[in-house]
Nanobody
């Protein structure tokens, strides 16, 4: 199973920036899509951004123009650059990776443990 470890969360003032990173280990074949989700207490986890193995990206409307997702396939790492942060961006951010064990095989998903991002107004 692929393990994901996130880093880069913390406390930042509104208007500031943070960069999250998520490194995957235990990859036997390849990682396909990777992404970031976030969750606040009492709410469902929501998609923030995704990136395919071919670097096609997708963003939630609430973060378009402020967040940028990228990946380093050689390092099996995905990043989330967050600029112009707002108080409503405060959440636990989770990394997700879809992977397969062999060509044409079924896809599985792993989740990271989450990293807290707090934006003070």
């Amino acid at each position: 199973q692929v393990q994901l470890v996130e880093s880069g969360g913390g406390l930042v003032q509104a208007g500031g920036s943070l960069r999250l990173a998520c490194a995957a280990s235990g990859v036997l074949f390849r990682i396909n899509g990777m992404g970031w989700h976030r969750q606040t207490p009492g709410k469902q986890r929501e998609l923030v951004a995704t990136i395919t193995s071919g670097n096609t990206t997708n963003y939630a409307d609430s973060v378009k123009g402020r967040f940028t997702i990228s990946r380093d396939n050689a390092k099996n790492t995905v990043y989330l650059q967050m600029n112009s942060l707002k108080s409503e961006d405060t959440a636990v951010y989770y990394c997700a990776a879809d992977y397969s064990h062999f060509y044409g095989g079924p896809s599985f998903r792993s989740w990271g443990q989450g990293t807290q991002v707090t934006v003070s107004s």
